[in-house]
């Protein structure tokens, strides 16, 4: 089954969170893309972030408002997507920056998406994601190096 319908869901997910100092992420936007309230796990720390997309989106704009984050960027490095039907799981491999200027090495995690398909559009039931730190790396086959 052709994945470009979930590529693009993927793609509209990572921009729409990505924002210049002085601009606002598009969070209507990532609010659009999961279907009902959706859930979202941040694993990158000691114990799991829960968040559904209202806390989520939230959580972002609290940050946003107290200047904890001024801008931020996220873009997909690898993908793999396996469809069953009408649902869907994908494993991304992200890199981002919390700076403007670029890095010669930006963090990277991966993040593993589940969608389901609704009125033939793909929507994000849910996702949990893993930064690296010193205890896990992306392994290199999926660096797309």
């Known amino acids: 089954m052709n994945t470009r319908a979930i590529d693009y869901v993927t793609e509209d997910f990572y921009e729409s ?7 606002m992420p598009d969070l209507d936007r990532v609010r659009e893309l999961f279907h009902d309230d959706g859930l979202l796990f941040n694993m990158s720390f000691g114990n799991p972030v829960t968040y559904s997309i209202e806390s989520f989106i939230r959580s972002l704009e609290d940050q946003i408002e107290e200047e904890q984050l001024t801008q931020f960027m996220q873009r997909e490095l690898y993908s793999k997507t396996e469809i069953f039907g009408r649902i869907a799981q994908r494993t991304s491999v992200y890199e981002y920056s919390l700076v403007y200027h670029e890095i010669d090495r930006l963090p990277k995690g991966i993040n593993y998406i589940q969608f389901i398909l609704v009125d033939d559009i793909w929507r994000i039931t849910s996702m949990a994601w893993n930064d690296e730190n010193a205890n896990f ?6 660096v797309g190096q």
């Not at 969170?17 to 601009?23: A, I, K, N, R, T």
């Open 137 to 142: 790396r992306v392994p290199e086959d999926l």
């Open 17 to 23: 969170l990505s924002f210049m100092d002085g601009e």
